[in-house]
């Protein structure tokens, strides 16, 4: 952990200087109860990514509490594509954020979910290759697995041809993943959203325009609007503002 990227609370009870990581582990605390959170990072126009990947919208600050978020859940959710796409790596964290872990009674490391229709996986990837906790997958009865798959996964199936999200989430809460962090990509926010399965939204925004051509931070079919209360405002020295929408 780390407090070298400086960060100041605006809102409410605003900050005098920058907070230390207590401050903001309390300002991101751990549910009481099953609760899905999002993070993302986005520029002023909405752009999801920057040159094609979101690593070039975030800056130092935004990697703090993307850190410090993973330290907190139990489980990392992320779809098939944007584990390609953005060439994840094994969920790991450095020795000071496991320890906090095991101090809060937790594993030392979170368990990777990953969500695919197709099981277009490698199962070499390195997210999977080199986990420190056997991942799961979460896919439907119809989808075939590559060979090595199961190897290296738990494959969870929920729906006959596409994933059920509301089972497949109250499977990883029976198995004790009760706090989950969905990193993206767009269309798994969009059908989480539409399953109204969204507790939390925890959105960075980066002081830069991306202009015309990025996708946008969700996707896919409509559906009904959800309220999400605003619950705080960061800021970094950058310029970066942290939110953190939440139903409670």
Known sequence: ?????PISVLWPDPSPGPVDDDTLIARYARADRPHLRMNFVTSVDGAVSLDGYSAGLSGASDKRVFGLLRMLCDALLVAAGT???ERYRAIRLDERRRAWRRAHGLTEYPTLVVVSGSLNL???QAAFADAPVRPVVLTHRNAAAPPGLTDVADLVRHGDDRVDLVAGLAELHRRGLGQ?????????F???????LVDEVCLSIAPLAAGAGPGRITAGAPSPARSLPLRHVLRADDGTLLLRHARH
């Open 190 to 196: 969009g059908a989480l959203t539409a399953a109204d």
């Open 122 to 124: 490698d199962p070499a």
């Open 1 to 5: 952990m780390s407090d070298s990227a």
């Open 180 to 188: 989950l962090l969905c990193e993206g990509g767009p269309h798994l």
């Open 83 to 85: 584990l390609r796409h």
